[in-house]
Nanobody
């Protein structure tokens, strides 16, 4: 089993920055990728960014150039640095541990963090 614990959500003004963190524990050797998803009001959950253990990354188009995903393997922690935030980034953000192959992230066994609210005021 894998446990994911998130932190870092907040209320921020448009144009501001936030960093989300997700610490993995348990069977951390059972996955080779991690990712951040988000679910906005009335929307489906979408992949924001994914990363492999060797730092290959993928981003949804709307966050390219603004968000950066990184993974500290020694700390079993994945981060999402979010800059130039927009009101449309408002959502509950979830971290995920799964599989990453050929530039694509797969949620796999379905390990999810508890979710953290990011609210961007315009």
């Amino acid at each position: 089993q894998v446990r994911l614990v998130q932190s870092g959500g907040d209320l921020v003004q448009a144009g501001g920055s936030l960093r989300l963190s997700c610490v993995a524990s348990g069977s951390t050797g059972s996955f080779n990728g991690m990712a951040w998803y988000r679910q906005g009001p009335g929307k489906e959950r979408e992949l924001v960014a994914g990363i492999s253990r060797d730092d290959d990354t993928t981003y949804t188009e709307s966050v390219k150039g603004r968000f950066t995903i990184s993974w500290d393997n020694a700390k079993n922690t994945v981060y999402l640095n979010m800059n130039s935030l927009k009101s449309e980034d408002t959502a509950v953000y979830y971290c995920s541990a799964g599989d990453y192959y050929g530039g694509v992230y797969y949620p796999g066994a379905g390990y999810w963090g508890q979710g953290t609210q990011v609210t961007v005021s315009s």
